[in-house]
Nanobody
Framework: VQLQASGGGLVQAGDSLRLSCVAS????????MGWFRQAPGKEREFVAA??????????HYADSVKGRFTISRDYAKNTVYLQMNSLKPEDTAVYYC????????????????WGKGTLVTVSS
């Protein structure tokens, strides 16, 4: 699976941003999709995940983004989105999308495929 993320940018605290990740090369519907992020000097961490529709696992969020971020999938466009609202300076990071065919919940250590990141910078 090839993953291409986009949508990052520079925003102010309280603003919103939507990230997109287009998947190609394999059957999108067979993969759980996740968003992860890595802030400067920190380890990569889980942000949000959306399971395959047939698995019944639904969505899963890190506590730090619950209520502010929403992950969604468009199967017709082979795309996963991350809607980010009420952004905070601590959300500043490179955001990565990733795909995994088996594991749930998703973990930064077990993903099958990674895309290149997109930088999100939130100014105070």
């Amino acid at each position: 699976v090839q993953l291409q993320a986009s949508g990052g940018g520079l925003v102010q605290a309280g603003d919103s941003l939507r990230l997109s990740c287009v998947a190609s090369g394999r059957t999108f519907g067979n993969y759980h999709m996740g968003w992860f992020r890595q802030a400067p000097g920190k380890e990569r961490e889980f942000v949000a995940a959306a399971a395959t529709s047939w698995s019944g696992f639904g969505t899963h969020y890190a506590d730090s983004v619950k209520g502010r971020f929403t992950i969604s999938r468009d199967y017709a466009k082979n795309t996963v989105y991350l809607q980010m609202n009420s952004l905070k300076p601590e959300d500043t990071a490179v955001y990565y999308c990733a795909a995994d065919q088996g594991s749930w919940p998703l973990s930064v250590y077990g993903m099958d495929y990674w895309g290149k990141g997109t930088l999100v910078t939130v100014s105070s």
